[in-house]
């Protein structure tokens, strides 16, 4: 389904501005004709040998009278023929054109977004302000919108009625735009953007403890780990600390001594024991 445009704007077409203006134009396009073809029909004569049939000032005097007759009537019907096929239809994020360049033959056609626009002037020339026309110039110097006869970057909505109006739809048109992007964007303060940058940094310290902790579980839970496996294992008992017998090591012989010594004497008094149990026994 093809989108429907929110406004459409037509230049207006006043014959006594266009007729004024195409005269204007005349003029001065008559001075440059009769200077370039002038110039050109001279040269053309004196290759054809009729230079001295027909007068210099005489070829620059026909490019002028030329000049002045034809260029206003061909500058007024291109003026005519572009105001009908001129057209801007304004949509909810973009301005879709259609027009000449220049108010001659330079036909433009595309497309802008209000988000390049940068700026918005309206203004009014001489002429225009007879006709009650101002324009509206919509600069966009990040776009390729430029054209002859453009002193700026952007797009040019010209002649269209002041007063009634129309202006104030498309500036309309613009400020809610910028009120549903704002809206949307939703930019913070500075305020907000501190208190955003002071939660993030405690968020970061939170979630660093949290890994240091969890470090240190998992340390702790090493450690436990390797005491069960310590404790499990059968304890070794020094060399040292067990008797060596039979060894012949030095540390060791007087130990033995004494448990000889003692498994002596334990025999000595059982069998001094003996004979005294034994008398006893006798009848």
């Known amino acids: 389904m093809k989108q429907q445009p929110l406004y459409t704007v037509k230049p207006a077409f006043i014959p006594k501005i266009v007729g004024m203006q195409a005269a204007l134009f005349g003029f001065v396009g008559a001075l440059a004709f009769t200077i370039a073809g002038g110039f050109i029909l001279m040269i053309l004569s004196m290759v054809l040998g009729l230079l001295g049939k027909i007068s210099i000032g005489g070829i620059f005097w026909f490019c002028f009278i030329v000049g002045i007759i034809l260029l206003p009537i061909f500058y007024y019907e291109m003026r005519r023929k572009n105001v009908k096929n001129t057209r801007f239809d304004f949509f909810k994020d973009r301005l879709n054109f259609c027009y000449y360049s220049g108010k001659f033959m330079n036909k433009k056609q595309g497309r802008l977004y209000y988000a390049d626009i940068a700026d918005v002037v309206r203004n009014s020339s001489f002429l225009q302000g007879m006709g009650n026309l101002e324009t509206i110039e919509l600069h966009a110097p990040n776009t390729a919108i ?20 129309v202006g104030e739809k498309i500036m309309d048109i613009f400020d809610d735009f910028v009120a ?21 940094g405690a968020g970061a310290s939170e979630t660093s403890a949290e890994t240091g902790g969890v470090t240190e579980g998992a340390a702790e839970a090493a450690a436990d780990d390797e005491t069960e496996v310590l404790l499990k294992r059968k304890p070794v008992v020094p060399p040292s600390s067990v008797p060596a017998r039979g060894r012949g090591v030095e540390d060791d012989a007087p130990v033995d001594k004494e448990e000889e010594d003692d498994g002596r004497s334990e025999t000595e008094e059982a069998q001094a024991l003996e004979p005294a149990i034994t008398d006893e026994k006798r009848p």
């Open 146 to 165: 430029y054209g002859p006869g453009q002193s700026f970057i952007g797009v040019a909505i010209e002649d269209i009625p002041a007063g009634k109006g």
């Open 180 to 200: 549903e992007y704002q809206r949307t964007a939703q930019p913070s303060s500075p305020e907000i953007r501190e208190e955003e940058i002071a939660l993030s």
